[in-house]
């Protein structure tokens, strides 16, 4: 994050003595990306972070990717995708889509996860419904309908739902952040900007928990590892730096309005490696006098667009099929645009009451299993009104 949190007990220089109670030292640790050139956190844990009893290879089921052809665009309903009575926000998140950079999942979890850290990127998770707390190694997030979270790579952390929690996964494989044009030369949000620090929340205080002996799931490059620490890996008395999770409420975005339609750049809410994502929110819509306030036909001859649609009703697309609750994937190599009838019904239109998370990524998505179990079959259709054949 861009900019500095100090929560708990610290020392007050850095890598110096800092003794518990007892006059034992406490194990500091950075946690720092990009070698040790960019943001970082220094960490005081009671235990040491390095303490491991046993580390085991664990299957990875999430199925293989398939390509996106015959090339169409295409709808996903994710209320058809079935969980279990006691699925976890972990190990039963279910893969949507994916390519090198990323990987798209979705889960509605209701027990709470195991401890799980992602060692290959950052994780962006969005809470589309429910509440859940976000336990993690810096401390606690408590997250509701509308946050986006923002975990760091290597942060170990658990969800714990209260009841059932919605909750649409972006795995990346790098760094996930605030889009560079919103940041002066030393991290701050400037005024151009959407939103600023005084929307973002981070952990207030630690979380610190007895254990031994205890397992956390790790992804990385190879694969997965259950590794077992000697101790429990939430025993952190202070920390201070500029990388930790956070959340952010798409309600905060302050949506970029003009006078003719305004194109997705003005929604971008976050960037990672090859893709960002836009918050679409409620807005009054283009003032001119001539203004069509729905999208116009485009051809994103770079990226593949992904709609998650979450509140309210999407003017460009009624009639189409889509919900709340519904993905829609448009391809690099597809025109697409309005629903037929939509621009002519915008016209004289002041205000969309909308919200729906986008992502493009600039290489293709493929599919994962769970857009075959959530697929609508005749979307690529609804322009034309004509099924093949």
């Known amino acids: 994050m861009p900019y500095y949190r100090r929560v708990g007990e610290i020392p007050h220089k850095r890598h110096t003595q800092f003794r518990t109670p007892e006059g034992a030292l406490y194990a500091e640790e950075l946690m720092g990306v990009e070698g040790f050139s960019a943001d970082s956190a220094l960490l005081y844990h009671r235990g040491l972070p390095t303490a491991i009893v046993d580390a085991v290879a664990v299957p990875d089921e999430r199925g293989e990717l398939q390509p996106n052809h015959p090339l169409k665009p295409r709808h996903f309903r994710t209320g058809d995708l079935k969980f279990t009575a006691d699925a976890d926000a972990v190990t039963d998140r279910r893969r949507l889509f994916g390519n090198a950079d990323v990987s798209i999942g979705f889960v509605v979890a209701t027990k709470p996860s195991p401890l799980y850290r992602n060692a290959a990127g950052d994780e962006l998770l969005y809470v589309s419904g429910g509440t859940a707390t976000v336990e993690t190694v810096y ?22 739902p209260d009841g059932a929690v919605n909750l649409y996964i972006l795995e990346a494989r790098g760094h996930i952040g605030p889009p560079k044009r919103y940041l002066s030369a030393k991290g701050q949000f400037l005024e151009h900007s959407p939103y600023c620090e005084r929307d973002i929340r981070g952990p207030v205080e630690p ?89 116009y036909n485009h051809a994103n001859v770079d990226s593949d667009e992904l709609m998650f649609y979450v509140r309210g009703n999407y003017e460009a697309r009624k009639g189409s099929g889509i919900g709340i609750g519904s993905l829609s994937l448009h391809p690099s190599g597809f025109t697409h645009g309005p629903q037929p009838g939509a621009a002519e019904a915008s016209i004289g239109a002041d205000y969309f ?37």
């Open 139 to 160: 401390g606690v997030l408590t997250v509701g309908d509308g946050d986006y979270v923002v975990i760091p790579t290597s942060c170990t952390y658990r969800v714990v």
């Open 207 to 295: 979380h610190v928990v007895d254990g031994t002996d205890v397992d956390v799931l790790v992804r990385h490059r190879a694969g997965l590892t259950r590794y077992t620490y000697a101790t429990h890996p939430f025993d952190v008395v202070g920390w201070d730096g500029c990388l930790y999770p956070w959340a952010f409420n798409i309600d905060d975005f302050e949506p970029i309005t003009g006078r003719v339609h305004q194109p997705p750049p003005v929604h971008q809410t976050f960037e990672g490696p090859n893709f960002v994502v836009c918050s679409f929110c409620p807005r009054k819509v283009d003032y001119h006098p001539g203004s069509i306030p729905v999208p």
């Open 353 to 389: 009451d909308e919200t729906a998370v986008m992502v493009d990524t600039f290489a293709p998505l493929d599919l994962g299993e769970a857009a075959g179990a959530s697929e609508d079959p005749g979307y690529a259709w609804t322009w034309s009104g004509r099924a093949p054949g």
